[in-house]
């Protein structure tokens, strides 16, 4: 792919240029931070707001609750995070006129389009492992240590089930030509997920179910299924990368 090593370069500076990758990391860190912090004082928290008159039981914290904590408040934010990275990738290039530039130079469009997937998945990536380290450090004062290799494993589908909303949104920056309407179909997309979630049947094989086994790798235990629905949601990303590239292949910009 002629021209990949130099759109990805562009798109790394890029993101060190305008504090992007520092905001990111910054978001993600506070929510790895703050996860095992309110699991451990969600009692006393509600104690002294409600001064004892909420008449809420709230059963003893423990390792799992601040497990649960980090998937969800990674999986909901980092969603978010990742439909704002991927709205304007291809999108606002194109507005700009800035991706035809490109183009006129020995750059290929599928290198065009696969150093800015690389750059958006790459910077999720140190995001959530900067989180999970924060995240699994707490863990272990506050709680206990939790097994390296299955929160290892556990950050690894977190980054996936974002990749896919990432992915998705990616495609529709694509084929729009404004952020805005890849943006809002990005947040179409997990609206449907997310009610089809709730079906039993096809819930652990979408992204957001993703967040179930997550918690259960990091706690150490293998769910069942997972090898399904990791399959499953690595094809997604793979078909809407393939798609946004036959899309973009055929544009006039």
Request: net charge positive.
């Amino acid at each position: 792919m002629s021209g990949f090593g130099l759109v990805l370069g562009k798109e790394l500076r890029e993101q060190l240029r305008t504090m992007r990758l520092v905001v990111v990391a910054a978001v993600f860190a506070f929510f790895g931070l703050l996860s095992p912090v309110t699991a451990r004082y969600i009692r006393e928290i509600v104690d002294a707001v409600g001064g004892g008159q909420l008449g809420v039981a709230i059963p003893p914290p423990t390792v799992a609750d601040a497990v649960a904590q980090f998937t969800k408040n990674v999986g909901q934010f980092g969603v978010l995070i990742a439909i704002l990275l991927a709205m304007g990738a291809v999108a606002t290039e194109k507005e700009r006129g800035t991706a035809a530039l490109l183009l006129t130079k020995p750059i290929g469009r599928g290198a065009f389009l696969a150093a800015k997937a690389v750059a958006i998945g790459a910077l999720l990536a140190l995001a959530l492992a900067v989180s999970g380290v924060l995240c699994w450090v707490y863990t272990a004062i506050l709680f206990e240590p939790l097994p390296v290799a299955g929160f290892a494993a556990a950050v690894g589908v977190l980054w996936l089930s974002l990749a896919v909303f990432a992915a998705l949104t990616f495609l529709a920056s694509v084929v729009a030509r404004s952020a805005l309407v890849a943006g809002g179909a990005g947040f179409a997309a997990l609206l449907v997920l997310g009610i089809a979630s709730a079906l039993p049947s096809v819930g652990p094989y979408l992204p957001t179910g993703l967040w179930g086994a997550a918690d259960a790798l990091a706690l150490g235990h293998v769910p069942d299924p997972l090898a399904g629905p990791v399959t499953t949601n690595v094809a997604f990303v793979l078909a809407a990368l393939g798609a946004a590239w036959w899309s973009f292949r055929g544009q006039e910009l």
